[in-house]
C-alpha cells in the first residue's frame, strides 16, 4: 500500500472536523481561531543521505515545516521537535542548522524530546497562524490557472544536497492574491498537483514548466524537494503561470513522485 | 553526554521566550494566549519491546503527550502523528490504538507524517489549552508539600505492558487548587521530582510513598512510565501527600531514572 492510500484508511479512523477547521489531508491541519499545526519527519537514508552534513539535516527538518504552512498562506508560530537518534549522534550540529532556520523564518523551537535509536530520524511539528481562511489543496476550479513561485528541479539537479528555502513571503502573496488551492513542492510537481487536482475534482493541462539551471525536464515535473509553493486562481498577479485547471479529472500527467510504502 | 545535559546545551541555541510564555524544559511549552505545544516520541526497543502490540503502541504514543497537557494542568486540543516504520509495519494497528487514546481523551489526529524506516519511530507532537496561568516545573517553594495522584511502580512491575492512562482531570484539579509546581512521572519519581527541584531551586524529603500493588519500592521510586503526576503546594485538598519541599538543594534521593545517551 502506497503512503497516500494509507493516509486515506487512516483517516476515516478519526472523526471529522467541525466547519471551518480542516484536517488530515492538507499541508497543515487548520484549527480553530486560525491556528495551524503540520508536522513532517525526515529519516537518516530515505530524506537525506549518510554524507549528509547534520547541520543541513536540521535545516531541512525546520524548514519543510515552514513550507507547509507556507502553503496554507500562513505565518510561522513555534516549533517542537523530536530527534530519535544513535548515541554517537552530534546533536550540536543538527540543532546549530535547526537554530539557523529558526532564526531565518522566525519560527522559536519552544520544546522537543531526545531519545536514542539505531538510525536518525528528526521530526518537527510547527505552528501557524493565518489571517482570514487558509488556501486548502481543495479549492481549485476548472479554469483556474495554475502558477509556481519559481523554476523547478534544482534539488533534483544538486542531488539533493542543498539547502532547502521556504516560500513564506510567496505563499503570503498567493493566499492575499484570492489563491483557490495551493501546495509546496516537496513529492515532485506531478505528484503534487495532482494531490491539488484530486482533492478539488479537476484535471489540468499544462503549458510549459520553469526549469531551473541545471535541471533537465524530467527533473522539474518529478523531482522534487523543491520547495517551490503550486496554487490555482483566476488571473493571479503572482508567480509563473505554467497551465489551466480543466474539468475533465482524468486529465493529468502520468506518474507520480516519491512516495512511501507500507503493507 | 546525558539527554538532560544535551537539552540545556539545546536551550542555548534558541532565543529566550518573551514574558509570560515558557519554552524549552517543561513538560509543554507555554505560548501565546494560554497555547501549550509537546511532543514526544516513542522508539521501537527503546520505550517499547518488539513483543509489544502495535496498538498499545499507538496508545502509548498520544498518551505520553496527553500527560504532558495534564502535568500542566491544561486541557488537549488537537495531534498530529509522524510515524517512521519499516515498510512491512501493519500501519492500521498503530492507528486504532491511537484513535482509541485519541477519543478517550479527547484529543482528535489532525494531521501527520509517514515515512519509510529501519526501525518504528512513532512521534506524537499535542496542542493544550490552560485557563488562566499553568503550573511549570519552577515554581516550589521551601516548605511546600509533596503530592501523587496516585500509587507508583505498577508500569515496572508489569514489565511496561500495561496501556497507561493520563491523568488529566487530576492535573486540571491540581492546578485549581493552587499548586505550584508539577510534572509527570515518566522517567521515575526520584528523576521526575528531581526535575521540579532542579527548576525550583528546592531539595525535599519524602516521608512516604504509596507503592502500587504488586510493585516494589525501588519500583516506585524509580520504574517510571506510571503518568501519576507530582506536584507540590501549600495544604492541597487533592492527591496523596508524600513529603516536602526544602530549602536545601543538596536534600534529595540519590540516583535517577532512565536517561537517553548522546556524544
Chains 1, 2 share one sequence.
Not at 527538518?61 to 510561522?76: E, F, R
Not at 538510525?119 to 486548502?136: I, K, M, N, Q, Y
Not at 482533492?199 to 523543491?226: F, I
Request: aromatic share 6%; hydrophobic share 45%.
Amino acid at each position: 500500500m502506497g503512503e497516500f492510500a494509507a493516509i486515506e484508511r487512516i483517516r476515516r479512523l478519526f472523526p471529522s472536523p467541525p466547519p471551518g477547521q480542516a484536517w488530515i489531508g492538507d499541508d497543515a491541519a487548520v484549527l480553530d481561531d486560525g491556528l495551524l499545526l503540520a508536522v513532517d519527519t525526515v529519516v537518516a537514508g530515505v530524506h537525506f543521505r549518510a554524507e549528509t552534513p547534520l547541520a543541513d539535516v536540521g535545516w531541512k527538518a525546520l524548514i519543510v515545516n515552514v513550507s507547509d504552512i507556507a502553503a496554507m498562506g500562513g505565518t510561522p508560530g513555534h516549533a517542537v521537535v523530536a530527534v530519535a537518534a544513535p548515541p554517537d549522534t552530534d546533536l550540536d550540529l543538527i540543532y546549530e542548522g535547526m537554530a539557523e532556520a529558526s532564526a531565518t523564518y522566525g519560527c522559536p523551537v519552544v520544546g522537543g524530546d531526545l531519545a536514542n535509536a539505531n538510525e536518525l530520524v528528526v521530526t518537527v511539528a510547527v505552528t501557524g497562524r493565518v489571517d482570514g481562511a487558509p488556501v486548502l489543496r481543495s479549492g481549485a476550479k476548472p479554469g483556474d490557472g495554475i502558477y509556481v513561485t519559481g523554476p523547478l528541479g534544482a534539488a533534483a539537479a544538486a542531488g539533493y544536497r542543498v539547502r532547502p528555502q521556504a516560500r513564506l513571503a510567496e505563499g503570503q502573496a498567493a493566499r492575499a492574491a484570492g489563491a483557490t488551492a495551493m501546495i509546496d513542492v516537496s513529492d515532485g510537481l506531478v505528484a503534487d498537483l495532482g494531490h491539488i487536482a484530486d482533492a478539488s475534482g479537476v484535471g489540468y493541462e499544462l503549458d510549459r514548466v520553469p526549469v531551473a539551471e541545471g535541471a533537465t525536464e524530467e527533473q522539474a515535473l518529478r523531482g522534487g524537494e523543491d520547495y517551490e509553493l503550486v496554487f490555482t486562481g483566476i488571473d493571479l498577479p503572482v508567480g509563473i503561470r505554467i497551465g489551466t485547471c480543466t474539468a475533465d479529472v482524468s486529465q493529468r500527467l502520468p506518474g507520480g513522485g516519491w512516495e512511501h510504502r507500507f503493507s
